[in-house]
């Protein structure tokens, strides 16, 4: 096996494990059942989610073909968040809409997210400045380019459309990308990130991924996963590559 699709087969499992945790993790018997091990799941598993999607992006793709990857995440987002809007506006559920019409519809679905896809709302933003950028300032440093991203995540920000350190945890998976670093280099996958989480997971107020311990914790996190991964073998390790592989990361 080459170490292209070694490198690609670790990125699945990654995705594969912090989808499962985004589904299970949005079920009422664990969200209410255990909120300690929920804000944990929180701290890390989107931030690096959006890693790994950062880090898949592309910048020397066509406008044809990027505006094509663009289309195919557009759609699953349109259809599944108006799902969910119109499903929050019947049922008695945590995110439920109160009076839903045509203006808070369409707010919902282009500038507030409503529910578990605003995950792909940012990806869409995040991925569509990134490429702009690079084609656009492609005579500048990866340094500049990053720091033009950041700026322009920070606009955007401002007006509510996402959250900042989520878009910053893309930018960080995007510019090691364009630096041709190897996930795996940066992420060494090692057993000694079990005792060094268990320390920063023993404290609540470590649980924000926009504070230094909750960079931390996804870090080691992803460390920890790499470690695992060799060690899966048949119908598990299938599964994982499967779900992973088919995600819209």
């Known amino acids: 096996m080459t170490q292209s699709a070694n490198r690609q087969e670790h990125l699945d499992f990654l995705k594969a494990v912090f989808i499962v945790l985004m589904v299970a993790f949005h079920l009422v018997y664990f969200s209410q059942g255990y909120p300690y091990i929920k804000q944990i799941v929180y701290t890390f598993h989107m931030p690096a989610f959006l890693l790994i999607s950062g880090y898949l992006s592309k910048s020397n793709k066509s406008p044809k073909a990027f505006a094509t990857s663009i289309f ?3 759609i699953p987002y349109l259809v599944m968040e108006s799902g969910y809007v119109l499903m929050a506006s019947i049922l008695p559920i945590n995110d439920h809409v109160e009076n839903l019409n045509m203006a808070l519809f369409l707010r919902k679905i282009f500038i507030d997210p409503l529910g578990p896809y605003w995950f792909l709302h940012t990806l869409i933003i995040c991925k569509t400045i990134c490429y702009a950028v690079s084609k656009i300032a492609t005579r500048l440093s990866l340094l500049s380019r990053s720091i033009i991203i950041g700026i322009v995540f ?46 920063l997971l023993s404290r609540e107020s470590h649980l924000h991924c926009h504070k230094l311990s909750g960079v931390l914790i996804v870090y080691m996190v992803i460390s920890l996963c790499l470690f695992i991964f060799p060690y899966l073998k048949g119908k598990c390790k299938e599964s994982c590559l499967f779900i992973g592989r088919n995600s819209l990361a």
């Open 72 to 74: 195919w995440l557009t």
């Open 154 to 199: 920070y606009l955007i920000s401002r007006s509510g459309l996402m959250t900042l350190s989520y878009a910053f945890y893309f930018l960080a998976g995007f510019a090691l990308s364009q630096s041709h670093v190897r996930f795996e280099d940066f992420f060494k996958a090692s057993l000694w990130s079990l005792p060094a989480l268990a320390i």
